[in-house]
């Protein structure tokens, strides 16, 4: 919530994270997705897109970081494509 009071539940299948002397500047989280993408990687990526908004909020506030500098990203498994969301 805007006060910060959440219970979160789910995981972050891959994040990377940057730091320049010693600092985070910026991180990359990749979820990994066993869809079947016959409709196209466009409605998954939309049907993702709160799910991962909400990963980059939680790490965020967890590394401490603007969340402008974290990048989320769909690997589509089936396809072998990974998406920016």
Same mark, same amino acid.
């Given at each position: 919530?805007?006060?910060g ?17 010693? $600092?985070? +500047?910026? &991180?990359d989280?990749? /979820?990994?997705?066993? *869809?079947?993408?016959?409709?196209? =990687?466009?409605? #998954?990526?939309?049907?993702y ?6 990963? $980059?909020? +939680?790490? &965020?506030?967890?590394? /401490?970081?603007?969340? *402008?500098?974290?990048?989320?990203? =769909?690997?589509? #498994? ?8």
């Open positions: 919530g805007e006060d009071d959440a219970l979160w539940t789910g995981a972050m299948d891959r994040v990377v994270i940057r730091r320049k002397d010693g $600092r985070i +500047v910026s &991180a989280i990749i /979820d990994h997705k066993t *869809d079947d993408p016959a409709g196209g =990687l466009e409605p #998954l990526i939309e049907q897109r709160s799910q991962m908004e909400s990963y $980059r909020a +939680v790490l &965020a506030h967890q590394l /401490d970081l603007d969340p *402008d500098c974290i990048r989320c990203r =769909l690997a589509f #498994l089936r396809v072998g494509e990974v998406r920016d969301v």
